[in-house]
């Protein structure tokens, strides 16, 4: 991954990270699935008046709406309205890499070199040293339905490289549109009618979630997997939880022991190992490779356009 790229997908897990806060302080105004229509709401409309169509088939845009938008949503709001707490769901969402992965090598048929392995094992070593350092945290209830969210998320990354939009912002306009409707169908059924109070907090928390996090979010992510395998995308999302835990630690009071601090390190390090590339060797022998893997990098980008 290229440095600015790497930079860009950095700072979006920073965004992301401090999300799960803003999302913890929504859940105190609005149910979840409510809280999830509200998101996807207010990012779609009045955007999919302006931007035009999606750019790919329709039945790629309801794949992604569904993966993305319903299935991935709807179960970590219900979650975290269930009892995980934020810094903990940041932290177990992040098994979306190694969905992603497989999925990728099942369905988009990417290979996983030896080098993103290694990488993701040593931030996944750091994954569970916070893990430890935490306990189990939530009820197990609430802990499967963030572990079946990361599962949406990861297809939904597939679904999103598959499609591989021509403008990714204008994707997550119309990804949002159609989740929009049949969450809020979906709210009304299971919910019912609201009794809202509204507040400043609740109502900042769904502009951060709907125009921040999701359609500049997943704008950007969308970006990221159409120049770039799947597998090599999904693992800088390890970062989220430690921008999550550090969020908590400042906005709600949460101490960072010295594990986390160990862990967040290991993270880091292995994010930066899996999505960089090795530097060949600067001799005559290895000149072959390196151009045949100049020539594999040209096709896979002609294809990704």
């Not at 601090?261 to 880091?268: F, K, Q």
Request: proline content about 6%; glycine content about 10%.
């Amino acid at each position: 991954m290229r440095t600015r790229h790497f930079l860009l997908a950095v700072a979006l897990t920073a965004l992301w990270g401090f999300n799960f806060v803003v999302m913890e302080v929504g859940l105190r105004s609005f149910p979840p699935l409510l809280y999830v229509a509200l998101r996807f709401l207010l990012a779609a409309f009045p955007a999919v008046l302006l931007v035009g169509g999606p750019g790919v088939p329709w039945r790629k845009v309801l794949v992604a709406g569904a993966t993305l938008g319903i299935g991935q949503y709807a179960l970590l709001l219900t979650g975290m309205r269930a009892g995980m707490p934020a810094g903990l769901t940041s932290l177990v969402v992040q098994v979306q890499a190694v969905f992603t992965a497989v999925l990728a090598v099942a369905l988009l048929r990417e290979r996983l070199t030896r080098r993103r392995i290694t990488g993701m094992a040593v931030a996944f070593a750091g994954l569970a040293l916070i893990a430890a350092d935490l306990g189990t945290g939530g009820p197990i209830g609430a802990f499967l339905l963030v572990v079946g969210a990361a599962f949406f998320w990861s297809a939904g990354n597939i679904a999103v490289r598959d499609a591989a939009p021509p403008d990714s912002f204008r994707f997550m306009v119309w990804v949002c549109g159609v989740a929009a409707i049949p969450m809020t169908a979906l709210s009304l059924l299971v919910e019912g009618i609201p009794r809202l109070e509204f507040s400043v907090e609740g109502g900042l928390s769904v502009l951060y979630v709907s125009l921040v996090a999701t359609l500049g979010g997943f704008g950007i992510w969308g970006f990221l997997l159409q120049r770039y395998d799947a597998s090599v995308v999904a693992p800088t999302a390890l970062l989220v939880p430690v921008f999550g835990m550090s969020s908590a630690a400042l906005f709600t009071g949460e101490p960072i022991s010295p594990a986390e601090l160990a862990a967040a390190a290991l993270i880091i390090s292995g994010v930066l190992y899996a999505s960089t590339r090795a530097r060949p060797l600067p001799s005559s022998a290895s000149a072959p490779s390196v151009q045949a893997e100049t020539g594999e990098n040209r096709t896979r980008a002609t294809e990704m356009i």
